[in-house]
């Protein structure tokens, strides 16, 4: 199929999962032919997978969404070494390290929304082990993170950063439980 999709010389190839099911070794070697190939063509490549040991290697720059909107968006690297939303650092807990010793890995309590009660509020919030009061009125919108790090190209949608960046006191317990993460 992406022999099929490339042989239209496409500007963009959109990749849905399409390592899912496969074995390390084969993930590698469609990895670094797409790779190979997107450099020789200059293609651009839209990779959608839940897999982010495998999209930290592949991707400069990533967007994370949770019900449907992107909650995070930043250089690869960056996101991964620091990233910013509850959900983003949830699914990195969940995939082994790519370098370093190893981890005990982690999950994501609870269950998706309903994205057809979705309300007012971090979709995120029911779920979200950093959770207060102003999440579940706050609207989400990626707004620039730098507060935290140099890179004013790391967005996120959580409203630690919009609070910490007002200069709003958050309570100390919340805080503390953020940075451990």
């Known amino acids: 199929m992406i022999a099929m999709a490339l042989a239209l010389e496409p500007k963009v190839l959109i990749m849905d999962e399409p390592t899912t099911a496969l074995d390390v070794v084969m993930q590698r070697q469609i990895v670094e032919q797409i790779t190979e190939l997107r450099k020789k063509l200059g293609f651009a490549v839209i990779f959608i997978t839940h897999d982010m040991s495998l999209l930290i290697e592949i991707a400069d720059r990533i967007a994370i969404m949770y019900a449907g909107q992107i909650i995070e968006d930043g250089p690869a690297m960056d996101l991964y070494d620091h990233a910013r939303h509850p959900y983003t650092k949830g699914l990195i807990n969940s995939f082994p390290p790519l370098h370093g010793p190893r981890r005990e890995l982690g999950g994501i309590a609870g269950t998706p929304p309903d994205m057809a009660k979705l309300g007012k509020g971090c979709p995120f919030a029911e ?39 007002s200069g709003k ?13």
């Open 169 to 181: 006191e958050l309570p100390t317990e919340l805080m503390l439980k953020h940075r451990e993460v």
């Open 127 to 165: 779920r979200c082990a950093y959770v207060h009061d102003d999440c579940r009125t706050y609207e989400v919108k990626l707004k620039a993170t730098d507060i935290v790090s140099d890179s004013p190209t790391h967005l996120a949608g959580c409203i630690l950063f919009d609070e910490l960046r």
